[in-house]
Antibody, heavy 116, light 110 residues
Framework: EVQLVESGRGLVQPGGSLTLSCSAS????????MHWVRQAPGKGLEYVSG????????YYTDSLRGRFTISRDNSENTMFLQMSSLRTEDTAVYYC?????????WGQGTMVTVSS | QAGLTQPPSVSKGLRQTATLTCTGN????????AAWLQQHQGHPPKLLSD???NRPSGISERFSASRSGNTDSLTITGLQPEDEADYYC???????????FGGGTKLTVL
């Protein structure tokens, strides 16, 4: 079964840092681009970041570039999102997503709350 | 970051046909097309149609996508109560080197 499982949920103070992980199984992880997409409470989907299959290229939505860093470890079938200088507006469910001509597999999401 | 444009809401009757639109530009929808996602409250999104207008395995034939220029459309025939959900389009934007989403359309089945 193709599966993506996010971890790293938490409550963080403004200005703090947090790292999310996504563990993949059921498919050849190293063959696919992977992404993070977030959804603030009651809002729509927002693209966060992506990484190419081999990890050579990374992609970010402009407003997050510089604060978030994406990476992957193909030997461990895992993707990461390092988040720093967190703001209250970063509060959202963060989804790990597999790309295959579209976002075809989604994790259940992990909640990140930025609050004092 | 510029996104894709979707109508906020569409309402149709049971067993009717709904057509949802997604408008972008030549750098995103017009370049490689849009993919469509369905999201029910409290659940992760589900892919309905990829950028090539192909349905993943298990997706009903009642869902079909098409493209004309910079606008992609998702047509849902024979509307059922379970089709009531939020629908999002997404596309790769070559000028931004990032994916972009539409704001989503809330479909109500009357």
């Amino acid at each position: 079964e193709v599966q993506l499982v996010e971890s790293g949920r938490g409550l963080v103070q403004p200005g703090g840092s947090l790292t999310l992980s996504c563990s993949a199984s059921g498919f050849t992880f190293r063959n696919y681009n992977m992404h993070w997409v977030r959804q603030a409470p009651g809002k729509g989907l927002e693209y966060v970041s992506g990484v190419s299959s081999h990890g050579r290229y990374t992609y970010y939505t402009d407003s997050l570039r510089g604060r978030f860093t994406i990476s992957r470890d193909n030997s461990e079938n895992t993707m990461f999102l390092q988040m720093s200088s967190l703001r209250t507006e970063d509060t959202a469910v963060y989804y790990c997503v597999k790309e295959d001509s579209g976002f075809d597999v989604w994790g259940q999401g992990t909640m990140v709350t930025v609050s004092s | 970051q510029a996104g894709l444009t979707q109508p906020p809401s569409v309402s149709k009757g049971l067993r009717q046909t709904a057509t949802l639109t997604c408008t972008g530009n030549s750098n995103n929808v017009g370049h490689q097309g849009a993919a469509w996602l369905q999201q029910h409250q409290g659940h992760p999104p589900k892919l309905l149609s990829d950028r090539n207008n192909n349905r993943p395995s298990g997706i009903s034939e009642r869902f079909s996508a098409s493209r004309s220029g910079n606008t992609d459309s998702l047509t849902i025939t024979g509307l059922q109560p379970e089709d009531e959900a939020d629908y999002y389009c997404s596309a790769w934007d070559r000028s931004l080197s990032a994916w972009v989403f539409g704001g989503g359309t809330k479909l109500t089945v009357l």
